[in-house]
C-alpha cells in the first residue's frame, strides 16, 4: 500500500491505518516526515518503508513496486482551503507518480482525496449536492480548478489501467491540527468576513475523513463520493458556536483585494481563495458512502468546536475585546495603505 503527502495531517492518519489493515504487508509512505517515524509498528505487522521524495522523484519508481492500492492525498502546499494540509496541489507532480505506477503493473485501486469545492461554491447549486451534480469549479478559486483537473487525470489513469479509482469529495475539513487555519478563515466567523453571506457550511473532522477513504478502498468504490457529516450549519449557528468575537464585514470585491494585499505583503487578514468558496453554498449529501458502512462520529459542531480551541481572545473582557479589535483593525488598514502606496509608486515609477 502507497500513500502520499504522509507529511500532511490526513496523511499521517492514512498511514496509521493502513498499518493496521488486515493483509498489508507495506506500507510506503511518500513524502514522510521525521514525525512519521514515531508511529509504532509491531515486528509480526506490516513494514513501514519511508521515502521522503516528491512524487516526481525517480527514486520512488522501485520502491513502489508491487504496490496494489494507492492514496493520492498529497502534493499540496500554499494555503490551506479545507483543512488536509494545503491549497494548491502540484498537478504536474501528480502526473509524474501516476506515470511511475504504470510502470509497475500491479496497482488495482486508487483512492484520491479531492474536494467538494469541484461542485463549484455557487448560490444557485442545491442543498445538498450528489454525486450526479455537475463539477464546475469557480474560475477564480485556485484551489477548485487544480482538484478538478487532478480528477481527471486520475480516472483517465484509471480507465486506462483497468483499475478502480475512488475520487473522494470531503466537505471542509478540520481538526486539532488545523485549528490555527480555522480560526483564521472565513467558515470562523471572525476577522474578515464577507457581507451578506448567508451559505450553509459543514465541517468534517479528519477522522471521518480518515475512516472514509479506508472504507472506500476495501469496498474498491469506483467513482466520485462525497464524504460530509450528516446535515449542515447556518452561519448563525457557526457564530453561536464561536462566540464574541471581531468581525469585519466588506463586500466581495474589497475583501478579496485586502485579502490579497495581506498575503502580498505577509499580514494575511484572511486567505483569498477560502473568502470566495465560502460565498456560495457547496453542502453535499453523504448518502453514498453511508451505503458501503461509514458513519460520522463527529458532527459538525463537534468537529467545529474540537478544531476551534478558543484562545486569548475568548478570556478577554468585552472591553479589552473592543479596543484590541478597533487595534488590530487599524494597524490593519495602515499596513494595507501602505502596501497599496508601495504599489502604486512602483507603477508609476516603471512608467516613466
Known amino acids: 500500500?502507497?500513500?502520499?503527502?504522509?507529511?500532511?495531517?490526513?496523511?499521517?492518519?492514512?498511514?496509521?491505518?493502513a498499518l493496521a489493515e488486515p493483509g498489508v504487508d507495506r506500507v510506503v509512505a511518500v513524502?514522510?516526515?521525521?514525525?512519521?517515524?514515531?508511529?509504532?509498528?509491531?515486528?509480526?505487522?506490516?513494514?513501514?518503508?519511508?521515502?521522503?521524495?516528491?512524487?516526481?522523484?525517480?527514486?520512488?519508481?522501485?520502491?513502489?513496486?508491487?504496490?496494489?492500492r494507492v492514496f493520492l492525498t498529497g502534493p499540496r502546499s500554499g494555503l490551506d482551503i479545507d483543512g488536509t494540509g494545503g491549497s494548491h496541489i502540484d498537478v504536474t507532480a501528480a502526473r509524474a507518480f501516476?506515470?511511475?505506477?504504470?510502470?509497475?503493473?500491479?496497482?488495482?485501486?486508487?483512492v484520491v482525496l479531492s474536494s467538494a469545492l469541484v461542485y463549484g461554491a455557487r448560490t444557485d447549486n442545491p442543498i445538498p449536492l450528489t454525486e450526479h451534480a455537475p463539477v464546475r469549479p469557480n474560475s477564480a478559486i485556485n484551489a477548485s480548478n487544480e482538484r478538478a483537473?487532478?480528477?481527471?487525470?486520475?480516472?483517465?489513469?484509471?480507465?486506462?489501467?483497468?483499475?478502480?479509482?475512488?475520487?473522494?469529495?470531503?466537505?471542509?475539513?478540520?481538526?486539532?491540527?488545523?485549528g490555527k487555519w480555522l480560526a483564521r478563515s472565513s467558515w470562523a466567523t471572525a476577522g474578515l468576513q464577507l457581507s451578506g453571506v448567508v451559505a450553509p457550511v459543514q465541517f468534517l473532522h479528519l477522522d471521518d475523513l480518515t475512516t472514509a477513504l479506508i472504507t472506500v478502498c476495501r469496498a474498491?468504490?469506483?467513482?466520485?463520493?462525497?464524504v460530509a457529516p450528516d446535515g449542515w450549519l447556518a452561519v448563525d449557528e457557526v457564530?453561536?458556536?464561536k462566540g464574541p468575537t471581531a468581525r469585519l464585514r466588506m463586500r466581495k470585491p474589497f475583501a478579496h483585494v485586502l485579502a490579497r494585499l495581506g498575503e502580498h505583503f505577509g499580514v494575511a487578514p484572511g486567505d483569498p481563495d477560502a473568502l470566495l468558496a465560502s460565498s456560495g453554498q457547496w453542502v453535499v449529501a453523504n448518502d453514498r458512502i453511508r451505503s458501503l458502512g461509514w458513519m460520522p462520529t463527529f458532527s459538525n459542531e463537534e468537529a467545529y468546536v474540537d478544531?476551534?480551541?478558543?484562545?486569548?481572545?475568548?478570556?478577554?473582557?468585552?472591553?479589552?475585546?473592543?479596543?484590541?479589535?478597533?487595534?488590530?483593525?487599524?494597524?490593519?488598514?495602515?499596513?494595507?495603505?501602505?502596501?497599496?502606496?508601495?504599489?502604486i509608486r512602483r507603477h508609476l515609477t516603471a512608467d516613466r
Not at 508511529?39 to 521515502?51: K, N, Q, R, Y
Not at 483537473?149 to 486539532?176: D, H, N, Q, Y
Not at 487595534?327 to 494595507?336: P, R, Y
Open 307 to 343: 478544531s476551534d480551541r478558543g484562545g486569548v481572545w475568548a478570556r478577554l473582557t468585552p472591553r479589552h475585546r473592543q479596543r484590541l479589535a478597533l487595534g488590530t483593525l487599524g494597524a490593519l488598514v495602515l499596513s494595507v495603505a501602505g502596501g497599496a502606496a508601495v504599489l
Open 31 to 68: 513524502g514522510a516526515q521525521p514525525s512519521i517515524r514515531r508511529l509504532e509498528t509491531s515486528s509480526d505487522g506490516p513494514e513501514l518503508l519511508l521515502a521522503p521524495f516528491a512524487l516526481d522523484d525517480s527514486r520512488l519508481v522501485p520502491l513502489v513496486m508491487g504496490a496494489t
Open 1 to 17: 500500500m502507497v500513500v502520499t503527502g504522509a507529511d500532511l495531517p490526513i496523511g499521517r492518519r492514512v498511514i496509521a491505518a
Open 98 to 110: 501516476l506515470a511511475a505506477l504504470a510502470r509497475v503493473g500491479a496497482v488495482s485501486t486508487v
Open 239 to 241: 457564530r453561536a458556536l
Open 149 to 178: 483537473e487532478l480528477e481527471r487525470l486520475c480516472r483517465t489513469w484509471a480507465r486506462s489501467r483497468g483499475s478502480t479509482c475512488a475520487v473522494v469529495r470531503p466537505s471542509i475539513v478540520v481538526g486539532p491540527e488545523n
Open 220 to 226: 474498491r468504490f469506483d467513482g466520485p463520493i462525497n
